[in-house]
């Protein structure tokens, strides 16, 4: 277990190349910690998200769904007035009771770019330059996916299709896949898997913004391929409708279902998760790793982490001598 000190600030330079692979609120927080002790960070997204603003623009503009992208540059924002400032900016949501309501501007901003440069990967560098992003953010991606959850519920073994479908069908979703099966990878994701000192899986919803990366086959091949040590943050609370029910030590198992031959060197749990951590060693050497126990929660009880804690905590996991 580690006891360390509240992370006190940003690197001033260098550190440890590193990508984050996730979606959503999972990987707003590992990109909040991790902006803290790196400046060599990028962030490889999910592009299946079919609801909200997102889902809207994805099926009248035929683009990307920007909403997971939109929150990882949020999330890369500096601390001093003009990154607090930009990241309230690119999330805030439009109140109306026209065609307007729900969107979040950033979702907008990124679209406009999109239709004006003709290159998703440049618009979001154009955006990440106008918020001063402490990193770069990539979809995982080049076209939208929907993902397709094999779901058991009452004995019967059933599919779902879509994001929204996925995360809140009332049934335990035993795998997942993607369609299209074989999309086109963002070839920039790739050079950075390659070329990372460090890959970090989550924590975020596991079958729908953590795993499909795992089924982008290039995507995929690169995550095996790479010279890179692979960590493991895991969540803090099983999701609703997603996980419910799920240990620990289950993350693990479903990840190595979905990734048999994917080594992980290090498994990152808060030591609020740890029911039996027998079993969760058990199931992290069974993916080649060792167990790292921290307390990275927040401190006000809520299930999600502490961006300085787990700043600290991963900052010397990283440092270790391998």
Request: hydrophobic fraction near 45%; include cysteine; charge should be negative.
């Amino acid at each position: 277990m580690i006891h360390r000190a509240r992370w006190e600030g940003p690197p001033t330079g260098g550190g440890p190349k590193v990508v984050a692979l996730g979606g959503g609120h999972g990987l707003y927080a590992s990109l909040s910690a991790l902006r803290r002790i790196t400046s060599e960070l990028t962030a490889v997204v999910t592009v299946a998200d079919d609801g909200g603003s997102s889902g809207r623009l994805r099926r009248e503009m035929g683009v990307l769904p920007p909403g997971d992208l939109r929150m990882a540059l949020a999330a890369l924002c500096g601390d001093d007035d003009w990154g607090r400032t930009w990241s309230r900016v690119v999330q805030h949501r439009f109140r109306s009771q026209g065609e307007l309501h729900g969107h979040a501007v950033g979702n907008l901003l990124i679209v406009a770019l999109w239709e004006l440069l003709e290159d998703p990967v440049a618009a979001l560098d154009w955006v990440g330059r106008l918020l001063g992003a402490h990193g770069r953010v990539l979809p995982m991606a080049s076209v939208p996916l929907d993902i397709v959850a094999e779901v058991e519920l009452d004995g019967r073994i059933t599919t779902v299709r879509g994001q929204v479908a996925c995360a809140l069908t009332p049934g335990r979703v035993r795998a997942v896949s993607l369609v299209p099966p074989d999309p086109p990878a963002c070839p920039e994701a790739i050079h950075a898997v390659l070329d990372a000192d460090w890959i970090v899986f989550g924590p975020g919803s596991w079958f729908t913004s953590v795993l499909p990366h795992l089924k982008v086959p290039r995507l995929a091949r690169a995550l095996h391929e790479t010279d890179a040590r692979r960590l493991v943050t895991l969540n803090l609370a099983p999701q609703p409708g997603e996980t419910d029910g799920f240990s620990p030590q289950q993350h693990l198992e479903v990840l190595r279902q979905h990734a048999p031959d994917l080594r992980i060197d290090v498994v990152l749990a808060d030591t609020s998760v740890l029911d039996d951590v027998e079993e969760l060693e058990k199931a992290t050497a069974a993916l080649g790793g060792r167990l790292v126990t921290a307390d990275v929660a927040r401190s006000d009880g809520s299930p999600r982490h502490d961006a300085l804690r787990l700043a600290s905590v991963l900052d010397e996991i990283f440092h270790e001598k391998r």
